[in-house]
């Protein structure tokens, strides 16, 4: 291909409403351009990346026995009514009424598709002899993004691989499981992208199932808990804190009452502690649930965070909201904010550090009070274990400086993007879609489903926001653009146009994707043009070189640029083409 004869529009400046690295090189260097908030065209350059990341998912899925086919994007809303999913989805779900032959159809464009592929294997899954079965895709999502940013990383329109599995029993869906998580390493790794598998919440069926992949990142919109020592690694939805329960221990008889204080209008933990010149640390915040319907309340330490899940799962909860008002004073006498656990009228559980806050300053279920000077075991009790240990529950978010739940190491806060999950759904969808099978006794069965995702386009972005320099994107031969470009100094020249001519017919025959610039521009324009694309390989071939018996080879990773002699140029650069693919591929898993 040569430069003249394409489509490349880079820019010499960072837009004014680019936020991040991503965004501004994307947009420098061509790859994009945005039609609208949410919605991006991606140029030749771009897509000739995203084309080679699909090649990439498609290698890995297939060898992994999965089948490839391809589904609507428009979805008829009964679907999701089937599945409860209209609500959950909310305002995010684009829906629509369409007129067909006098009557209205109401139609959804696919947010995922679980609903139709569950929907498809109903009608053709009828026997446990035709499991398991996993199929994918490569299609483009829709999703009402509310506040559409960061370039391709959050839009209404992305390119998504998801993948389906079914099963007749949970040890078939792990098996799958295991198989493609072990892809994604090999797809994001093949990319050239450094990646965390991070421990994420778990599925219907319980256990370690789910796993989000995150790309670290300055950037990043999520936060992962992460031990640098273990690899230990999780999303602050799963993240355990690695505290334990303690053990009771006699009150000391030297601490002093608890003390009544008068705390009128403090609405934080921040007021309360500038009232009572106290820290956070020193506070039991008392917050009042409706687990299942039924009160409950949970003890945190002031200065941490709850939890849901962690909550849902201590109580063995299926549903878990803030209680009310009403609820709030029938159990504690007093108005939000004000509840403590010394004569709560309501069963509580408490957060693992709650037996280290002693003396602590907690609600005193009297409006405008708090209670100073409370002491686990003197004021207000928890229950008991055989071991002689307090039960108390990881109910809160982990934070940075806790130690690791692996034993050695601790915890500490990073950002990341997040590019591929994998999830195990159990039998969700194929209840609500009546998708079921017969097992070895004739007895129908749901099918039990997992379900695999992978982010195409934030596998480019990723790479744009951490693989790049002062002078633009740094990519790996794997998934940029071009592998080589050839930079020409002297336009007209005959003895070069010569050479150009025999390195692009031998290289090409060699199966080389190859960018000729051939515009009638100063070298320096052409080498931040060719460094900001950012093209693994560059070789400048001018009429000084070729005087000389020399063309110039420059690696866009390595700070310095090399000479080869003109006969045999193109041999030598398959040859570092080839040693370059090895040093890549060196860190994929087996």
């Known amino acids: ?130 499991l398991p079965m ?28 998801d993948a389906y599995s079914f099963h007749s029993s949970v040890e078939s869906l792990s098996e799958t499981y295991q198989k ?12 050239g992208l450094e990646y965390l598998p ?19 990142a300055a950037n ?20 355990e804190t690695g505290r334990v329960r303690s053990q009771v221990k006699p009150v000391d008889t030297a601490l002093p009452a608890s003390e009544k204080l008068h705390t009128p209008n403090v609405g934080s933990i921040d007021a309360l502690c500038r009232l009572l010149n106290c820290q956070p640390t020193q506070l039991i915040k008392t917050l009042i649930l409706l687990a299942d319907g039924e009160p409950v309340a949970v003890l945190l330490r002031g200065d941490h965070e709850a939890n849901e899940g962690k909550i849902r799962r201590a109580l063995g909860a299926k549903t878990l909201e803030m209680a009310d008002a009403a609820t709030v004073f ?62 108390t529950f990881d109910l809160r978010n982990a934070a940075a400086g806790d130690p690791s739940p692996r034993g050695e190491g601790t915890l500490e806060l990073v950002h990341g993007i997040e590019v591929g999950h994998v999830f195990k759904l159990g039998t969700k969808y194929s209840v609500s879609l009546n998708a079921t099978y017969d097992d070895e006794a004739a007895t129908r069965q749901p099918l039990i489903m997992g379900c695999y995702g992978i982010g195409v386009n934030r596998i480019l972005a990723s790479m744009a926001e951490t693989k790049f320099d002062d002078n633009g994107l740094v990519l790996p031969l794997s998934i940029a653009p071009y592998s080589v470009v050839i930079s020409t100094i002297g336009v007209n020249d005959p003895a070069v146009d010569e050479v150009v001519n025999q390195l692009e017919k031998e290289l090409t025959a060699a199966g080389v994707d190859l960018l000729i610039d051939d515009r009638d521009q100063r070298p320096g324009v052409k080498f931040k043009d060719a460094d900001l694309i950012g093209i693994p390989l560059r070789v400048v071939i001018g009429g000084k070189g070729l005087k000389e018996g020399q063309v110039e080879l420059k690696w866009r990773h390595l700070p310095e ?19 370059r693919r090895k040093e890549e591929a060196a860190h994929v898993p087996e």
């Open 198 to 216: 991070v421990e994420a919440e778990s599925g219907p069926i319980g256990g370690d199932a789910s796993h989000e992949f995150m790309a670290p």
């Open 1 to 130: 291909m040569r430069w003249s004869q394409s489509f490349i529009p880079t820019l010499k400046e960072n837009p004014s409403d680019a936020e991040i690295p991503s965004h501004q090189l994307m947009l420098r260097a061509g790859y994009v351009r945005q039609l609208m908030a949410g919605a991006y065209t991606y140029l030749p350059l771009g897509w000739r990346s995203i084309r080679k990341i699909e090649a990439i998912i498609r290698e890995e899925m297939d060898a992994t026995g999965a089948l490839e086919m391809f589904m609507p994007a428009l979805q008829p809303i009964d679907l999701f009514e089937r599945t409860g999913r209209k609500e959950a989805f909310g305002n995010v779900l684009i829906n629509f009424n369409i007129r067909r032959q006098n009557h209205q159809v109401h139609l959804a464009l696919g947010p995922t598709h679980e609903e139709v592929v569950t929907d498809l294997m109903s009608r053709h899954i009828s026997s446990y002899r035709q």
């Open 134 to 161: 996993t199929v994918y895709q490569i299609q483009t999502k829709f999703r009402n993004e509310e506040r559409p940013r960061f370039g391709v990383l959050r839009t209404s329109e992305f390119l998504m691989k």
């Open 220 to 239: 990043g919109e999520d936060q992962i808990v992460f031990c640098r020592k273990t690899r230990y690694a999780a999303n602050l939805e799963r993240a």
């Open 561 to 579: 640029a090399t000479k080869i002699p003109v006969a045999g140029a193109a041999s030598a650069i398959l040859e570092q083409l080839a040693t």
């Open 180 to 191: 493609i998580y072990r892809a994604y390493c090999r797809i994001f790794a093949r990319c």
């Open 330 to 391: 029938k159990v504690s006498s007093a108005p939000i904010g004000f509840a403590g656990p010394v004569g709560l009228k309501c069963r509580f559980v408490a957060d693992h550090d709650i037996p280290q806050v002693v003396p602590a300053v907690v609600g005193a279920n009297v409006e405008d009070y708090h209670l100073a000077n409370v002491v686990l075991g003197r004021d207000f009790d928890l229950p008991r274990t055989a071991e002689g240990e307090y039960e």
